[in-house]
């Protein structure tokens, strides 16, 4: 079993819809991060978290809400998806300045 | 936060050393620099890190110049399966303003040709 599970693997919704894309991990890290990754280009952050009551803006926060339900469940959704927003979305953790682990990613598509 | 350079691209021939420069002039005496790499569109994977000091683990070296303000990732024997974008990455240790954050930038593709 992967160490840190993203799921959906794919998906394609509607513009206007919302959505959820959730990421688990069994590492006991206490820091998550949400990236989105656009063809060609590096990976962005958008939200990251150091524990349950932590959460940050990263870099491309608008448009993107976070939630830390647990030590090991970190959730991204987009409220009102768009169709810029399509991408490849990746969840990774990390204890403190150690090394990150990253899921496969999700890729979203929003048509 | 501390910025880094890296060119492009990079061919590399299959069996010989590739060495992967990165230009990081701005970082500060707590910042650390990471490398990961990624393959087609996988999660991308840790390969070293380093302070000041030169690293070697089981997939490369790090070496990083006694000012810190450059260093240089080697595959000692690059194969066909090295193929692959590598990130060179500053973060901050302890009291740095960027804890923790991974930022990326554009990466090196890296072309292992047989």
């Known amino acids: 079993d992967a160490d840190v599970t993203q799921t959906p693997r794919n998906r394609i919704t509607k513009t206007g819809k919302r959505i959820m894309l959730e990421c688990s991990q069994t590492?006991?890290?206490?820091?998550m991060y949400w990236y989105r990754q656009d063809p060609g280009l590096g990976l962005r952050l958008i939200y990251y978290?150091?524990?349950?009551?932590?959460?940050n803006k990263g870099e491309i926060s608008d448009g993107y809400s976070v939630s830390r339900q647990a030590q090991a469940k970190f959730s991204l959704s987009l409220e009102s998806a768009i169709p810029n927003q399509t991408a490849l979305y990746f969840c990774?953790?990390?204890?403190?300045?150690?090394?990150?682990?990253f899921g496969q990613g999700t890729r979203l598509t929003v048509v | 936060d501390a910025k880094t350079t890296q060119p492009t691209s990079m061919d590399c021939a299959e069996g010989r050393a590739a060495n992967l420069p990165c230009n990081h002039s701005?970082?500060?005496?707590?910042?650390?620099v990471y490398w990961y790499r990624q393959i087609h569109s996988q999660g991308p994977q840790y390969i070293i890190h380093?302070?000041?000091n030169n690293e070697t683990n089981e997939m490369a070296s790090l070496i990083i110049t006694e000012d810190r303000k450059s260093s240089t990732l080697i595959l000692p024997h690059a194969t066909l399966r090295d193929t692959a974008v590598y990130y060179c990455?500053?973060?901050?240790?302890?009291?740095?303003?960027?804890?923790?954050?991974?930022?990326f930038g554009q990466g090196t593709t890296l072309q292992v040709k047989p």
């Open positions: 990455i500053v973060r901050g240790g302890w009291g740095s303003s960027n804890t923790g954050k991974l930022i």
């Open positions: 990774a953790t990390s204890r403190a300045n150690t090394e990150a682990f």
């Open positions: 380093g302070l000041k």
């Open positions: 978290s150091f524990d349950v009551k932590d959460i």
């Open positions: 590492k006991g890290h206490d820091r």
């Open positions: 701005t970082i500060s005496g707590n910042e650390y």
